[in-house]
């Protein structure tokens, strides 16, 4: 699916969205309306901010809600 409709599926899941990638643990990005903006869970340990889509990123349709 693409961004968009992954990001309004977790939204009301509670959930993050990642990209399907030969990576068997994918970052998990998770969508906010706060100054952090977006969050991300590389590792699942440690948490980033401020993530800056590419444009691939924003018009791929490998996305999903997983978390």
Not at 11 to 23: C, F, L, M, T
Not at 40 to 54: E, F, H, S, V
């Amino acid at each position: 699916m693409n961004i968009s409709e992954a990001t309004k599926k977790a939204q009301k899941e509670g959930r993050g969205i990642a990209r399907h990638r030969d990576d068997p643990r994918p970052p998990i990005f998770i969508a906010t309306n706060t100054t952090a903006g977006v969050i991300i869970l590389p590792d699942y340990k440690n948490a980033n901010i401020n993530w800056q889509p590419t444009l691939d990123d924003l018009v791929a349709n490998d996305w999903f809600v997983t978390g």
